[in-house]
Structure formats: structure tokens, C-alpha cells
């Protein structure tokens, strides 16, 4: 499986963004998928996680109420909408899909995921 995230940019505080990530490879509708994100000099963290079938979410407390997780499995993506960006939001997001586990089941641990995309950059300017 590989994964292509885009969408990121330099945006302003109080914009709106949505990355996608698209897959291509194996059974896109069987992966859980997840956006993680990394800040300078800080440790990836979790954002969003979503099901194979789109039915279960999970946020991070950080971006809940401001972000949408979401899939499309005919075009094999899945998208992070994030409303009402801060400067702390500023990170490379990195998508990211798991298939070793039932497709359910959604998850917030980076080692619980199989494959990963190359980051997209988003800068929040205050």
C-alpha cells in the first residue's frame, strides 16, 4: 500500500484546511485509517482515526470540535477537514493505514499502523 498526502499549505489563524490522502495497493475499504501529526522538536502525535467502513471516529481532544475526519473508499481516500486553525496546529500530517486489525476498530496508537505517506506541511500564520 502507498499513501500520497496533499493539501497542506500556509494558511492564516481562523482558516480552514482539508488534507487528503489518497491510497493506492491492497483493499482500501479493509484499513483503518489515521492522520498523525509532528511539530518541530516535538513527538508525532495522534489526530483522527477513522474505520474501514466510516462508521467509527475517534479525534484527539486537541482538534475535536474543529476537525472532520473522513473516507471516500471508491477514490481510496480519506480527508481531514480542520476548521478554525491555530499557530499550534502547525505540523507535518502524515496519513497512515492499518490492516492488522479488524477494520472496526479505530485507533490512536502510530505502531498500530501499517504503512504510512510522506507528510504534508501545514503552517498556521497567527
Known amino acids: 500500500v502507498q499513501l500520497q498526502a496533499s493539501g497542506g499549505g500556509l494558511v492564516q489563524a481562523g482558516d480552514s484546511l482539508t488534507l487528503s490522502c489518497a491510497a493506492s495497493g491492497g483493499t482500501f475499504r479493509r484499513y483503518t485509517m489515521g492522520w498523525f501529526r509532528q511539530a518541530p522538536g516535538k513527538e508525532r502525535e495522534f489526530v483522527a482515526s477513522?474505520?474501514?467502513?466510516?462508521?467509527?471516529?475517534d479525534s484527539a481532544d486537541s482538534v475535536k470540535g474543529r476537525s472532520t475526519i473522513s473516507r471516500d473508499n471508491a477514490k481510496n481516500t480519506v480527508y481531514l477537514q480542520m476548521n478554525s486553525l491555530k499557530p499550534e496546529d502547525t505540523a507535518i500530517y502524515y496519513c497512515?493505514?492499518?490492516?492488522?486489525?479488524?477494520?472496526?476498530?479505530?485507533?490512536?496508537?502510530?505502531?498500530?499502523?501499517?504503512?504510512w505517506g510522506q507528510g504534508t506541511q501545514v503552517t498556521v500564520s497567527s
Open positions: 477513522i474505520s474501514g467502513s466510516g462508521m467509527n471516529k
Open positions: 497512515a493505514a492499518a490492516w492488522r486489525i479488524h477494520s472496526n476498530i479505530v485507533l490512536r496508537t502510530a505502531e498500530a499502523f501499517d504503512a
